[in-house]
């Protein structure tokens, strides 16, 4: 069965800090990555999606990158973190044959910068 | 911005009754429309999905309703449970040039009482 990781869970990041938060899928190959933002009560925000390695394309501008360095791990980075870099960070995947309705969702980041 | 949006964004029930959730849309180009849950603390969960050529899809306990006239989507749930306690997002699919994207709502909370 295929599954999903992120970590870590939670963390408290200082302004102009970096950030790395992991995602990796086990069980499948050659998924649809995705990473999501949640702000506090509100929707999910699609911030970055891979089709394949090395491919990466980016919903909304702003002070965060995504890179795909295997198949299945997904990678969100910042160099320097904003306040309003704070939220609920979601790593999804999606079969390409399931045509992206059908989104595996992990765990998810909590993201406070102080 | 987004174009999938909700009328309510908290909904109170009692256990047993039914519950009606609402979704507008303003894109008409999307071929899919999609239910996802979410649990405290967790990622969405894919409920039901329902194609932009029908009117009406049923699932265990749940029933999507498409009104492409008016641009709304609702979501029934059939003698609501204290499990069923969550936010619920619609979604829309929509192609670009790296595939099928889905686009999430701002969510409603659903709250069974006892």
């Known amino acids: 069965s295929q599954t999903i990781h992120q970590w870590p869970a939670t963390l408290v990041q200082p302004v102009g800090s970096p950030l790395s938060l992991e995602c990796t899928v086990e069980g499948t190959s050659n998924p649809n990555l995705y990473w999501y933002r949640q702000a506090a009560g509100r929707g999910l925000q699609l911030l970055f999606y891979?089709?394949?390695?090395?491919?990466i394309s980016s919903e909304v501008p702003q002070n965060l990158s995504a890179s795909r360095p295997q198949d299945r791990q997904f990678i969100l980075s910042s160099k320097k973190l904003l306040l309003s870099d704070s939220g609920f960070y979601l790593c999804?995947?999606?079969?390409?044959?399931?045509?992206?309705?059908?989104?595996?969702f992990g765990a998810g980041s909590r993201l406070t910068v102080l | 911005g987004e174009s999938v949006g909700l009328h309510l964004p908290t909904l109170s029930v009692q256990e047993g009754d039914n519950s009606i959730i609402n979704c507008a849309y303003s894109n008409s180009a999307s071929d899919y429309f999609i239910w996802y849950k979410q649990e405290s603390g967790k990622g969405p969960q894919f409920i039901i999905d329902i194609r932009s050529n029908m009117d009406k899809r049923q699932g265990q306990r749940v029933t999507v309703l498409l009104n492409k006239t008016v641009k709304h989507l609702s979501l029934q749930i059939a003698a609501t449970q204290p499990g069923d306690s969550a936010v619920y997002f619609c979604?829309?699919?929509?192609?670009?040039?790296?595939?099928?994207?889905?686009?999430f709502g701002g969510g409603t909370r659903l709250m069974v009482k006892p």
């Open positions: 999804a995947w999606s079969a390409p044959s399931s045509g992206a309705n059908v989104l595996t």
């Open positions: 979604a829309e699919r929509r192609f670009n040039n790296a595939g099928n994207m889905l686009t």
């Open positions: 891979s089709v394949g390695i090395g491919q």
